[in-house]
């Protein structure tokens, strides 16, 4: 059989989950072979295949996490785009087959896909329903809004129920991208980066330094606990030993929050302020693609397009999306879960659509393209995290954070212009 490399980020129960499905497809046919290898979280998984291309090494399949897609989209010579390998091995590829959120997210401007969607995510809010119930607070009814989620923790650290009201994974995917889409707020101009490379981030304004201020604030009561920058590594850990009643993250931890959680788990929409006109909006996607890469031969594409086509196989697609909770990528993925029962045996598994479909995305609600944006994320969790320590305030680490992000984009924008 041919075989091809998959490189991917998939660790914990998500990368059992995956191994399973690939060998799988490798079960179900004698002509392909796909190997999966898992190569730390996504940004290392990334530089790690940036450097193997240098070196003539690079993988058939790399899974890329969302915010990597700009960078993608500009390196032409190292990615075979996957609406031209479909087409240039007979398999069928039908945006219109996925979600809209997903299709508009993933699109070059003249309307093509030039990776495969695979794990599409958004960040939910988990609780413990224990916890809620230990303070007096009506498990059934998660707080909607921010006043609302500050007055609960407080009940809740003031009961002694738990230690810590609530934390967070990825900050800024959850406190900053999130978090302005729900609010209907820009991240930067010419629609979040969409409409050209020149675009530049004014995500500096009063809703979300005051948003940034109040995390702190909170969490010198305990309201809230830092979870760490980047993907947040304490999060997750911190609300399985019960030591925080809420955590921020994405549907995806819903496989390994369901096998590490000793209580029962609540699920709920992200919190927005509602002062604010025109929240909650939507909110936008995380997780990744697939993306092929140039320099490998051509039955080794064909094994390539024939896997990404298994991939998308109502089936398939069904299966991961209920075992891992990122979000069924295709219409017929929804409707077979839905036949299936799938929501109503297991609530809360549709908050994370239910959120993303709340009303149709403005140009701040799409998502976000913008080069560089690894880098970028990068600054913008640490400066988070200095306002977290006190040493600066919210104004001051959102100015900080779009001046040094916007010399990344003018770095980028040089670059590929
Ligand atoms: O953990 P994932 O795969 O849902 O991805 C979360 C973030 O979108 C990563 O950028």
């Not at 329903?129 to 007096?136: E, I, L, N, T, Y």
């Not at 890469?293 to 196989?313: I, M, N, W």
Request: with cysteine; glycine share 10%.
């Amino acid at each position: 059989a041919t075989e091809v490399q998959w490189w991917h980020a998939m660790g914990g129960q998500l990368g059992t989950i995956l191994e399973d499905m690939t060998e799988d497809f490798n079960q179900s046919q004698d002509d392909y072979r796909v190997n999966p290898s898992f190569r730390g979280n996504y940004s290392e998984t990334m530089t790690g295949a940036i450097a193997a291309f240098r070196a003539g090494e690079q993988p058939h399949i790399l899974q890329v996490f969302e915010v990597g897609t700009g960078t993608m989209m500009s390196a032409e010579g190292a990615v075979y785009p996957a609406y031209e390998l479909m087409e240039d091995h007979g398999q069928p590829f039908d945006e219109d087959a996925f979600l809209p959120a997903v299709v508009g997210y993933y699109t070059d401007t003249q309307g093509n896909m030039l990776s495969f969607p695979f794990n599409s995510s958004t960040p939910i809010m988990y609780y413990n329903r224990d916890v809620f119930k230990a303070a007096g607070l009506d498990p059934d009814k998660p707080p909607a809004t921010w006043q609302a989620l500050a007055k609960a923790a407080t009940t809740i650290t003031n009961s002694g129920a738990a230690e810590c009201g609530f934390t967070t994974s990825w900050p800024s995917w959850v406190m900053l991208e999130n978090f302005s889409a729900m609010h209907n707020s820009p991240l930067g101009t010419r629609q979040n980066g969409f409409g050209g490379l020149d675009a530049k981030l004014t995500f500096n304004n009063d809703l979300v330094a005051r948003h940034w201020d109040n995390l702190k604030t909170w969490q010198g009561s305990n309201v809230f606990q830092w979870g760490g920058p980047g993907d947040g590594p304490d999060s997750e850990p911190m609300f399985y030993a019960q030591e925080c009643a809420m955590f921020f993250g994405s549907s995806s931890s819903r496989a390994d929050v369901i096998e590490n959680a000793s209580f029962d788990v609540g699920y709920a929409m992200q919190p927005y302020y509602d002062d604010v006109e025109g929240a909650p909006q939507n909110a936008i996607i995380g997780g990744a693609t697939l993306w092929a890469l140039r320099g490998h031969t051509d039955k080794e594409y064909a094994a390539v397009a024939a896997f990404f086509d298994y991939l998308s196989q109502p089936e398939v697609q069904a299966e991961w999306h209920q075992k891992t909770g990122y979000l069924p990528i295709t219409q017929e993925a929804w409707e077979l879960s839905k036949e299936q029962g799938f929501y109503e045996e297991n609530p809360g598994a549709s908050i994370a659509l239910e959120q993303m479909t709340l009303n149709p995305p403005t140009e701040n609600s799409k998502g976000l393209r913008f080069g560089n944006f690894v880098q970028i994320r990068a600054i913008i969790s640490e400066e988070m995290e200095a306002v977290m320590t006190g040493e600066k305030t919210g104004e001051e680490a959102t100015d900080d954070a779009v001046q040094r992000g916007n010399r990344l984009l003018r770095d980028f924008e040089d670059a590929n212009s």
